[in-house]
């Protein structure tokens, strides 16, 4: 499956972005989805992930209550809402594909989009 990431940008403190991730193929449905990112100078960090058919989320802590993952089968499309934005979430975001089981480790998906910027400002 190939991913493509998109929404990302600038925003202020407070604000809200949604990032979506559009996968090629007809077998979206058979992938675990998931959410990363990569700020300046760390690592790439789990953010959010949601099952094949969207009934279970997991999500990092630091992001719990203010994100919330989605998908849409039919449009082959996982979303990335996130709300109450604060500079700390500026990064580089990344959608993540598995056929195997919701994880938060990055080495358990194994296919990548190639990340869209997101910068908020104080």
């Known amino acids: 499956v190939q991913l493509q990431a998109s929404g990302g940008g600038l925003v202020q403190a407070g604000g809200s972005l949604r990032l979506s991730c559009a996968a090629s193929g007809r077998t979206f449905s058979s992938y675990v989805m998931g959410w990363f990112r ?59 594909a598995t056929r195997t089981v919701v994880t938060i480790s990055r080495n358990g998906y194994e296919h990548w989009g190639q990340g869209t910027q997101v910068t908020v400002s104080s």
Do not use: H, W
Not at 62 to 67: D, H, I, N, P
């Open 38 to 96: 990569r700020a300046p100078g760390k690592d790439r960090e789990f953010v959010a992930a949601v099952s094949r058919s969207g009934s279970s989320t997991s999500y990092a802590e630091s992001v719990r209550g203010r994100f919330t993952i989605s998908r849409d089968n039919a449009k082959n499309t996982v979303y990335l809402q996130m709300n109450s934005l604060k500079p700390e979430d500026t990064a580089v975001y990344y959608c993540a």
